[in-house]
Every structure is written in C-alpha cells, then in structure tokens.
C-alpha cells in the first residue's frame, strides 16, 4: 500500500482482483471504474482530432488483455455499500466520443494514452457520493479520480498494476492535500 495520508488514501499497485478480496463487504460508497477498453485490436490507426494532438489508437499493452467488464459486477456488488453507485467507463468505439484529457492538465511523464480529463470525473464523483465518501477506484491510471474524490472532500482507494501510474497517483494526491492544507492568513 502506498499513502502518506492512509486516513485520506490509499493506493495499490497490484491487480485490483487481488486488492478487492481484500476488502469488507458492503464498505465503499462509490466504485468509478474506467476499465481498459480493448480497443488496440481494432486499430485503424491514429485518430485526428480537430486543434487536439492525434489520438494514439493503439493504446498500450494493458489494454491488450481482454477485461469484460460484466464480470467483475459480483465483486462491484459486494463491495458497494447500499446505497452506493457504481459508474463503469466504456471506450468510445462503443459511444463514439473519447473524453482524454488536454495539456497542461495531462501528464507528461508518464504519459498516460487515456487519462481522463479532471472536471469531467469531479461532475460523476458529486453526483454519485456525498463528501466524507469513499471513493474506489480499481483502474485509477494517474489517478484522475482519487484527485477528484480528495478535491471535493471525499476519501479515495485505488489500484493499478503500472508501478509508474501509482507512484504520479501518488503525487497528484499529495498536491491536492497540499494544497487543502496550506496555512490560512
Ligand atoms: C483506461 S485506463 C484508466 C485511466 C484513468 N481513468 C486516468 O484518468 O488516468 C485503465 C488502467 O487500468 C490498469 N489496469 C489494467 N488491468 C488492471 C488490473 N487487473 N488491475 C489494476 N489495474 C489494471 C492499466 O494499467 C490502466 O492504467
């Protein structure tokens, strides 16, 4: 487990499979999950996008390994509290948009060919939990939610199985709490 505030958040660079046997049932008030798509095997090449860098449509090779999202809904439901929600990203070969995130806010290092853009993730994160929630999310790539969630005063688990991905999540949420706490006037 990787936190300097575990009582804020924690991250885990493991396969979220192995993670979640871990958790209590019924604990978790919000599952975001932006799962890989799959979509590299249908290739056409790169994506134009209109006053926006090319699209890389190759991905990366995590999303090479087949993930069907339907069957990770037992788990999901055993884990989500009640009166939880749960909130699945698909890729857009199957709604036909790709909200990926722009520069400045996108990272350059690692780059990550699907990081979601911030004000998106803060829209589902206050529509489906209220603050002091936990927030889970098992495909957290640089950490688009767990900034989200610690932002708008709710707590944040998350895995990856990129060593990279974990340690600028890491980073991303310490800047938030940073900033939450510094010294007023
Ligand atoms: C679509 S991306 C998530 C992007 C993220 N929403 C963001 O804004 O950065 C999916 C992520 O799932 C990770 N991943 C793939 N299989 C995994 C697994 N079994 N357990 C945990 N993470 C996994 C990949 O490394 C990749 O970063």
């Known amino acids: 487990m990787i936190s300097l505030h575990p009582r804020i958040y924690k991250l885990f660079n493991e396969d979220c499979r192995e993670v979640m046997l871990r958790f209590p049932p019924h604990s978790i008030d919000l599952i975001l999950a932006d799962p890989p798509y799959n979509i590299s095997q249908y290739s056409s090449g790169n994506i134009l996008r209109v006053g926006k860098s090319m699209l890389n449509n190759d991905i990366a090779e995590w ?27 698909s890729g857009y070969n199957q709604i036909g948009e790709c909200p990926i995130c722009s520069y400045p806010e996108r990272l350059k290092n690692p780059y990550h060919p699907t990081q979601k853009p911030l004000q998106l993730i803060e ?63």
């Open 123 to 185: 829209h589902f994160v206050k529509i489906a939990s209220n603050p002091g929630s936990i927030v889970f999310d098992p495909f957290m790539g640089v950490g688009s939610t767990g900034v989200a969630a610690v932002k708008n005063g709710r707590r944040f688990i998350g895995c990856d199985i990129n060593k990279a991905y974990v340690l600028a999540s890491q980073e991303r949420m310490e800047s938030i709490i940073n900033v939450a706490h510094k010294p007023l006037p």
């Open 63 to 89: 999303d090479k390994v087949i993930i069907k999202p339907a069957e990770y809904l037992d788990v999901f439901k055993r884990l989500i509290k009640p009166t939880g929600n749960i909130i699945i990203f």
